[in-house]
């Protein structure tokens, strides 16, 4: 009986980029594929499922509402839509037939509207809005957020994410200072962050996040806020998100993973640091290699392994390196962002130690090539 992998020809893949949907994002617990499998093989009242695991999600989080969908991108597209539609039955279901004499307007800083897998203006127009951005690319502050805010904007929309501009942006309580000053409500994608209950308190009236990223469970997301404004986002099933519905076992695997999420010990950043430094010493060891661990850029409290290369004496530049190791058996992918700068990144949280060894032959074995 051949495998999965052979049945369809496909290639082992070392993920050593982390949380990536490009690659399946995370493998959740076993607890949470037997409840998965639960949820495929057994029938449910739908609207009853979602609110009452809505309400179970809630109560662990201690928020106001809760509601599961199918990602994080669908989340930012039904809540941009329900910040817009806030309820009424014919804009529900005319979102984008008809100019509504309502705000539509979404504002986001200039350096957040970026492109994750797919660009974020491209979800807000899903939603029915329009993109305004404030401040500049490699700046945002309080005053230019607040000055891009008027009588047609539908909400605020603050990004935290790697893929973000990072430096001389405010911050998530500033945003939420300027949101309350405008009294328009204020979204928070924090599709990857790992804190659950934090943008909540700092005052977001809705908080998205991937199921599948830090909380390891199926392919979902989660969106949590005011009990109205997570209401409205629920409506969205009979408007813009009967096209991106989450499956049952989709809504109790999720709810079962932040359980297990909230009540286990999470790999800490030192303990990262632990497991790579045998793999760092074996990079630094080959010629043209420099690497060292760093910190995650957006604050998370993920280590990972940096690698500069020296063309002239490893042989061949980072982008060859990202391009070589992708193509190699098993797949080696890496955290190529700065490859054209000449450096890349080994995420370890999702690889073995085994795994590692086998990174470490692969980078062995482009020296030789």
Request: charge should be negative.
């Amino acid at each position: 009986m051949p495998s999965i992998l052979e049945k369809y020809n496909l290639k082992e893949v070392i993920n050593a980029s982390g949380r990536m949907t490009a690659l399946g994002v995370s493998t959740p617990q076993p607890e949470v594929v037997e409840t998965v499998c639960f949820g495929v093989n057994s029938y449910f009242e739908m609207k009853d499922l979602v609110n009452k695991t809505g309400e179970y999600i809630a109560r662990m989080l201690d928020v106001e509402n809760a509601v599961v969908v199918s990602c994080a991108s669908a989340g930012i597209a039904q809540s941009v839509a329900a910040m817009i539609v806030r309820g009424d039955a014919y804009r529900l279901e005319n979102l984008h037939a008809h100019a509504h004499n309502m705000p539509t307007e979404i504002v986001i800083p200039k350096g957040h509207n970026v492109n994750f897998g797919a660009p974020v203006g491209t979800m807000i127009n899903l939603g029915g809005g329009r993109v305004v951005e404030a401040g500049w690319a490699n700046e945002c502050s309080a005053a230019q957020l607040s000055a891009a805010v008027n009588s047609n904007t539908a909400a605020i929309l603050y990004i935290k994410s790697h893929h973000c501009v990072q430096k001389s942006m405010l911050s998530v309580a500033d945003a939420t200072a300027v949101a309350k000053a405008h009294n328009v409500p204020l979204i928070v994608d924090a599709a990857a962050e790992e804190d659950l209950k934090l943008y909540y308190q700092q005052g977001a009236d809705l908080v998205i996040y991937s199921g599948a990223k830090a909380i390891e469970g199926p392919t979902s997301g989660l969106v949590i806020g005011k009990h109205e404004y997570v209401e409205w986002v629920k409506q969205q099933s009979a408007g813009i998100g009967r096209a991106m519905k989450v499956g049952k076992e989709g809504i109790l695997g999720l709810t079962h993973a932040i359980e297990i999420y909230l009540e286990r010990q999470q790999e800490t950043g030192e303990e990262m640091v632990a497991k790579m430094t045998p793999f760092i010493d074996g990079l630094n060891a080959l010629t043209g290699i420099t690497s060292r661990v760093v910190w995650d850029s957006a604050g998370r409290d993920i280590a990972r392994a940096e690698v500069n290369f020296d063309a002239s004496a490893f042989g061949i530049n980072a982008k060859e390196a990202v391009t070589r190791l992708q193509n190699g058996n098993p797949a080696i992918y890496c955290r190529a962002y700065k490859a054209n700068e000449g450096t890349i990144e080994f995420d370890v949280r999702s690889v073995s130690q085994a795994q590692l060894t086998q990174v470490l032959a692969a980078m062995t074995k482009l020296t030789q090539e």
